[in-house]
């Protein structure tokens, strides 16, 4: 039985990793700030196992994807109990885009511990945010390799479920360890950041 997935932000990321499940055959519930109607038309384009929720329905999915922006994932910290649930953390800590990209000073700690402390009881595991969603969209299988996905968490069962899912895409994931260590390399300025890897 394929999992059904909540994705939080139905922009660039949301929509490609939507993509990717979808072909993999995982329902997915698409929320964004607009509301359900701002997303009918997108759904119809995704298929059958696309439809359009609430920010608490898909909260409230069998796994949790957050792409929305970095300034909007403590609006998340109401929505719903997160004791207990997967979460994916796609977020980048940018305060400000292009041409400057800065990030937001978190002292010592990693974005997906702050995103941790935020939704109280998740199990939160960090993917899905190195790569930009253009390259993401493209097929994972190149030149006999798999593209890779960089993964980390606190969470050994949920890390293990997110890397047996992202294997079933097509990439190739790489366990990066805890959140404190692994996911600081991931992300935005990481030292592995933005980086486009095939794993042969
Ligand atoms: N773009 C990339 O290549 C890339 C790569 C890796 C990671 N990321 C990260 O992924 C996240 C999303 O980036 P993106 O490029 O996909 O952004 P985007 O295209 O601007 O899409 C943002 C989405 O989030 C929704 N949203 C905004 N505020 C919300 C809220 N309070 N609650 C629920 N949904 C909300 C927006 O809804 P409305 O349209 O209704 O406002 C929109 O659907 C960011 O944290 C970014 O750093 C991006």
Excluded: C
Excluded at 17 to 38: C, E, T
């Amino acid at each position: 039985m394929k999992k059904t997935f909540g994705i939080i932000g139905a922009g660039n990321i949301g929509q490609t990793v939507a993509r990717h499940l979808l072909k993999a055959g995982h329902p997915v519930i698409l929320a964004n700030n607009s509301g359900p109607d701002s997303l009918k038309e997108l759904v119809q384009s995704l298929g059958a196992n696309a439809t359009a929720g609430t920010i608490r329905q898909a909260a409230e999915a069998e796994i949790v994807l957050l792409s929305l922006p970095w300034s909007q994932v403590r609006t998340l910290s109401d929505v719903t109990d997160w004791t207990g649930r997967l979460v994916i953390d796609a977020t980048n800590h940018f305060i400000t885009y292009a041409p400057d990209f800065k990030v937001e000073d978190l002292g010592s700690k990693a974005s997906s511990e702050v995103v941790a402390s935020l939704l109280p009881g998740a199990k939160i595991v960090k993917a899905f945010n190195t790569i930009f969603y253009k390259t993401l969209a493209e097929d994972p299988r190149i030149m006999g390799g798999n593209r890779v996905l960089f993964v980390s968490g606190n969470d050994q069962p949920s890390k293990t479920e997110v890397i047996s899912v992202i294997t079933s895409l097509g990439f190739a994931p790489i366990d990066l360890g805890s959140l404190g260590e692994g996911s600081k390399l991931q992300q935005a300025k990481g030292a592995l950041a933005t980086l486009n890897l095939v794993k042969f």
